[in-house]
């Protein structure tokens, strides 16, 4: 299996870069972000609970995420595994991913860093706004879930760090090039 965490703040390319990945290695892909707009579309009380940490840029309850990232597990069994888009957005989610994984005998592999810098995330996410109509990626959400993002989200990389399950690649430039960078990483670090 090749468990992957695809990380980095929001705008770093990680929905794009995980279709990608979903493609080449025939994985599932597990967007918290994703799901959570699919329940608010829904109008399911989760999404419903929901919508109102999203669109004041702050974090949804662990409990009500690892519930949604549970039923999937449970719901995918024989699979060649998984990128986690999104989550874990903290330490206790990644300690509960973990666990989480071990319950249906599976590991983390890697967690895969995007780097890219402050001011390109900002227009790229104001662009984002404007195109999707995204409402946590106006002006004044984005500063806020970036600055969760540096407090909050940033210390699971060294969690995996300490695990030797990290590697960083740099999310500027062109899409493919990135995702060949991305691909090169994987397959160095599984050698
Ligand atoms: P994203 O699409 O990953 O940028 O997520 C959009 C929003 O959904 C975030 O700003 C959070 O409010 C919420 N969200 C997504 N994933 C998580 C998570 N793992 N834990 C808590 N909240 C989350």
């Given at each position: 299996m090749l468990n992957l965490i695809l990380f980095g703040p929001p705008g770093a390319g990680k929905g794009t870069q995980s279709t990608k990945l979903i493609e080449k290695f025939g994985l599932t892909h597990l967007s918290t972000g994703e799901i959570l707009r699919n329940e608010i579309t829904e109008k399911t009380p989760i999404g419903i609970e929901a919508s109102k940490y999203i669109d004041h840029g702050i974090l949804?309850?662990?409990?009500?995420?690892?519930?949604?990232?549970?039923?999937r597990l449970v719901q995918n069994g024989n699979i060649n595994g998984y990128v986690f888009d999104g989550f874990p957005r903290n330490i206790s989610q990644a300690i509960a991913l973990d666990k989480l994984l071990a319950r249906f005998d599976h590991s983390?592999?890697?967690?895969?860093a995007l780097e890219v810098e402050y001011s390109e995330l900002i227009s790229r996410l104001l662009l984002r706004s404007k195109n999707e109509g995204r409402t946590d990626d106006a002006s004044a959400v984005v500063e806020k879930r970036l600055k969760l993002y540096r407090e909050v989200t940033e210390p699971v990389m060294c969690y995996y760090k300490?695990?030797?399950?990290?590697?960083?690649?740099?999310?500027?430039?062109?899409?493919?090039?990135?995702f060949a960078k991305i691909v090169a990483a994987i397959e160095k670090y599984r050698l």
């Open positions: 949804v309850p662990d409990d009500t995420v690892i519930a949604l990232i549970t039923a983390l592999t890697l967690l895969v300490n695990k030797n399950k990290f590697i960083s690649v740099d999310g500027l430039g062109e899409q493919d090039e990135i």
